[in-house]
């Protein structure tokens, strides 16, 4: 008797391995936190379409919007740990636990499977500031302390995040305005109610080509292609190691089977050896960036020392 039950266990064992070899046998869901249409809804269908050109199966983007991305990771969170539900988890995945009260999740909730992509930001100002260069605009805050404006997208918002790191780490004395959304925060820079902002490069190439605000930086590491005449941050304002971009990385609730994971991986391996997708990412302003688990792991825990430390000093709260 013994024996038997040994023998169904084992029966159960491998049925189980060999259903998960499998994997996937039907359509995945990838949940974004942000409602359809925007940056992230994008980088998320790009991936998910590349993704099930892997995989063999739909993999289907749902969007559950609300409380800075914090709906969708405690829905994710709780879905079973089987592959079937994956995540195109935000840079705010790991500094909601800074902005908000509480959160019901930990970032050990989570299997961190590789990265996704990431959108640099343009520091630009309005045209009748009359500033062309970094020197400039710091020259022009120092000035008027207290009196220009930083627009962003809301409070606790990446470039509102971002705003506070670039003032705090020049000693800079200038107002932030928050809207809702980054369009009304355009439409007032380029109105001249506003006199600056940190914006994604895909909205503000547009409105620089076009002459209707000046470019003064970049906010990642490298010059972009994009906009090859403005500097980095680092270099223009003499902040060595200065880079912030929001960013994204796939994820899926903790606990994923190894063969799972190891599929998945194989996939991902594929999709960052994939100059097709390195190109239509590039044309939408991001930059691919499927790097492996343990570098996003290490880069969460470094957004948080950055910005969980300025959020705390500052005391910005998205509540």
Do not use: C
């Amino acid at each position: 008797m013994k024996r038997l039950a040994l023998l169904f266990a084992s029966a159960i064992a491998l049925s189980a391995t060999a259903a998960r070899a499998d994997y996937p046998e039907k359509p995945i869901t990838m949940i974004v936190g942000y409602a359809a249409g925007g940056t992230s809804d994008t980088a998320a269908r790009v991936t998910a379409d590349a993704l099930s050109k892997q995989l063999g199966q739909p993999v289907v983007v749902e969007n559950k919007p609300g409380a800075a991305t914090t709906i969708a990771s405690n829905y994710v969170r709780e879905q079973p740990a089987d592959g079937y539900t994956l995540y195109a988890a935000a840079v705010s995945l790991a500094l909601n636990g800074y902005l908000q009260p509480s959160v019901a999740y930990e970032m050990s909730d989570f299997d961190y499977l590789s990265g996704m992509a990431d959108v640099p930001f343009v520091l630009h100002v309005n045209n009748d500031l009359g500033v062309s260069n970094m020197a400039g605009l710091i020259q022009a805050i120092k000035d008027r302390p207290g009196e220009l404006a930083i627009g962003t997208s809301g409070a606790g918002a990446i470039n509102h995040l971002i705003a506070e790191y670039w003032k705090d780490a020049l000693g800079l004395d200038a107002i932030i305005i928050h809207y809702q959304g980054d369009a009304p925060a355009r439409q007032d820079l380029m109105a001249g109610n506003i006199q600056m902002s940190f914006t994604a490069v895909t909205a503000a190439a547009p409105l620089i080509e076009a002459g209707k605000t000046t470019g003064i930086a970049v906010t990642s590491a490298d010059r972009l292609e994009e906009l090859p005449d403005l500097p980095t941050v680092a270099e223009a304002a003499g902040l060595d190691g200065f880079s912030a971009t929001y960013w994204m990385a796939l994820a899926a609730p903790a606990g994923l089977p190894e063969d799972v994971k190891a599929r998945l991986g194989e996939a991902v391996d594929a999709m960052a050896a994939d100059d097709a997708l390195t190109a239509e990412m590039k044309k939408l302003g991001m930059v691919k960036t499927m790097v492996p688990a343990a570098d996003i792991k290490a880069r969460f825990e470094k957004e948080q020392g950055v910005y969980g430390k300025l959020i705390e000093e500052v005391g910005i709260t998205t509540q």
